[in-house]
């Protein structure tokens, strides 16, 4: 973080949460940063979208 963020207009909070995520985890001080998505369930999916309008989960009546 020190190396590549440093010259950067972000502020130091900023720059120390950079830092802990680099520095947390399986990859933790490798250089490396793997963030991955959360499994939001069935509330973010089409399902919870069109469940109250069955008739949209065909295509053709979108």
Known sequence: VDNLWIDSDRNIPTLNNLQRLFG????????????LPVDQGIEHTAGASFAPNPLYFDPENI
Do not use: C, F
Request: no cysteine.
């Open 24 to 35: 947390h985890g399986r990859l933790a001080d490798t250089g490396y940063l793997s963030i």
